[in-house]
């Protein structure tokens, strides 16, 4: 029998590419190496040849991507010498800053728009011991109170705007281009902050920079910075980027920040945009698109991953799997293509919604023998 060596998190795994201290403390819970499932039925659903993967990033140890980033900001932050650790956030950031916190042994304050983040998000924060607190506002009144607190106050800033939530955040793409073995056609993902989409850019861009195969640009993320190489040439391929956001908090369609953003997907219900220069480099220099999708083409694709997938996503992660069926079916994004939708977040996380939206067959019976098979009769298929 042989052993496979204990997987103790992305910043041992990625080391080399990651800016970490030598002798820094490393705060993980063993995130990254989420699966990447190729999806059986749903291309046949569509009547198109497509190699269509999802990577699962809800099976991250707080069920979010956000893992990847809070094991760098964190592990930097401590490292520096900080006590407490604050964000704003739409549920996910905070669910993994109070983990991470609480691994650290430090304080998170968490700030969220009241009411308006799902239940499994807010029992994370409040088990996990975060100060929670919930303004009258949304995201974006949080992003600002926070920028505004941090600059007076000892606590250090975990959004995306910390580097460090980018750099363990690339790290998606890496496992991506290890697993296939070469970079997809298309990646599509949620946009709301536009933090991942940024590091998504820079993760491909940073691989490609060790690629060896025929030299296809200049790599501008990077700029000569990463790790790899000193002039920053792009020697491997890297895919298109689709970024979708649902129809009533889509700031990068309309071209403008909006104010009052609303969507089923609360995950990703922001008007203002952090990384919103970054993420129109990472469409431009990647040759892809924005695109929007409305709540009900988001909570549609949830459903059709859950029900012919197996895979149960938030309504935010649906909305790239949402994209990219529209986008395969038209022809945008061609046949026989090779396409990768990021799943940011786990369906657990917003109970209440997939609840509310399902048309599963609940049957009400009495204890009884007959009762239990007359029930299965009437649904066998
Ligand atoms: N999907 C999920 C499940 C998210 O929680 C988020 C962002 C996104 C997509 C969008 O990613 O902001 O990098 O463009 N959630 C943040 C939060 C804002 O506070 O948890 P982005």
């Not at 893992?67 to 964190?74: F, H, I, L, N, S």
């Not at 006590?83 to 430090?106: E, K, L, P, V």
């Amino acid at each position: 029998m042989s052993f496979r060596p204990r997987y103790t998190g992305l910043i041992e795994r990625y080391r080399d590419r990651l800016p970490v201290p030598d002798d820094a403390r490393i705060i993980s819970l063993g995130e990254g190496d989420t699966p990447l499932i190729q999806l059986h039925n749903i291309p046949g659903l569509m009547g198109k040849e497509v190699e269509l993967y999802v990577k699962y990033e809800g099976l991250n140890p707080t069920g979010s991507f956000k893992d990847r980033g809070m094991t760098m900001a964190v592990t930097k932050a401590v490292a520096d010498g900080a006590r407490a650790i604050i964000c704003a956030s739409t549920g996910n950031t905070s669910a993994s800053a109070a983990a991470y916190a609480a691994r650290a042994g430090i304080r998170a304050f968490v700030i969220i728009p009241d009411g308006k983040i799902a239940q499994g998000k807010l029992a994370q924060a409040m088990m996990e011991g975060a100060v929670v607190i919930q303004i009258r506002g949304n995201f974006d009144d949080g992003m600002r109170l926070v920028k505004q607190v941090a600059a007076e106050s000892p606590v250090t800033i975990v959004n995306s705007i910390n580097p460090y939530r980018l750099q363990g955040q690339k790290t998606v793409a890496f496992e991506i281009m290890d697993e296939l073995g070469r970079a997809p056609d298309y990646h599509c993902l949620p946009v709301g902050n536009a933090g991942n989409i940024t590091a998504h850019w820079i993760g491909y861009s940073e691989y490609a920079c060790t690629g060896s195969k025929g030299v296809t640009g200049a790599c501008t993320f990077c700029d000569g910075q990463c790790p790899f190489v000193g002039g920053g040439a792009v020697v491997g391929t890297r895919p298109k980027l689709a970024g979708y956001q649902a129809s009533g908090a889509a700031p990068f369609l309309r071209g403008h920040m909006i104010d009052n953003p609303e969507t089923v997907a609360t995950a990703i219900r922001i008007g203002h945009p952090q990384s919103w220069d970054f993420a129109w480099k990472a469409k431009e220099e990647s040759g892809g698109w924005f695109d929007e999708c409305s709540d009900a083409e988001i909570l549609a694709a949830q459903k059709l991953l859950a029900e012919k997938e197996g895979i149960f996503c938030e309504p935010a992660s649906a909305i790239s799997v949402a994209g990219a069926m529209r986008d395969i079916r038209s022809g945008r994004i061609p046949e026989d293509s090779c396409v990768v939708c990021t799943l940011t977040g786990h369906g657990l996380k917003d109970p209440d919604t997939a609840i509310a939206q399902s048309t599963a067959p609940v049957v009400k019976i009495e204890a009884e023998l007959g009762q239990v098979k007359r029930a299965i009769h009437d649904h066998l298929v």
